[in-house]
């Protein structure tokens, strides 16, 4: 059965950028049938980077990734994840923003303590799976044209101290965090 949220961590502590599948439901009910029939699905919404492929001025791949999103149907006769077709509700890998440094995932438990490793089915954290109640993120972006007229050392500061990159260049960048409460789990 998949787990409502899980994150994987990026392979790289220095490289971009963790993924994060929130898998959720919903039910129809058909009210023509006598007794109604209930209808239940469950959907998951993926966010992962990947390298950019946009190029500079002279010709060269920047450095720098891509966040796409997709969201895909339980099919309950395959046991997989799909993409109905005709639905446009439903796609693989869109992008939705580019000039990305970082994203990172952070699971927080009941009492505010940072869940490391971040639970999955298997590993030693599985027991916590349910004990998630906020995931803090934080999204690292870049400016798409040199913003400064020399170069500037920045360190750009992750979640976690072996997440923090050290650049100098023109480029400008900036970092959102967000704290987003996991509410329900605990019902199931």
Aim: hydrophobic content about 30%.
């Amino acid at each position: 059965e998949p787990i409502p949220i899980l994150i994987t961590k990026s392979s790289n502590a220095a490289k971009c950028c963790d993924q994060l599948d929130v898998v959720y439901g919903d039910v129809t009910i058909d009210t023509t049938t006598n007794p109604d029939t209930y209808n239940y699905f469950r959907y998951k919404t993926t966010y992962s980077g990947k390298p950019s492929i946009l190029t500079d001025e002279a010709g060269n791949v920047i450095d720098a990734y891509a966040i796409y999103k997709s969201k895909k149907l339980w099919n309950v006769s395959s046991s997989s994840w799909e993409i109905p077709s005709g639905n446009d509700r439903f796609h693989d890998d869109i992008k939705i923003v580019d000039y990305v440094v970082d994203m990172e995932f952070i699971p927080i438990d009941e009492n505010g303590l940072k869940i490391t490793p971040p639970p999955t089915a298997t590993n030693a954290n599985k027991d916590k799976i349910y004990k998630i109640k906020i995931v803090d993120m934080i999204l690292t972006t870049r400016s798409t044209k040199p913003f400064y007229k020399k170069n500037v050392s920045q360190t750009i500061y992750g979640l976690v101290n072996t997440r923090d990159v050290s650049k100098s260049d023109k480029y400008l960048r900036d970092s959102v965090t967000v704290s987003a409460h996991a509410r329900n789990l605990g019902l199931q």
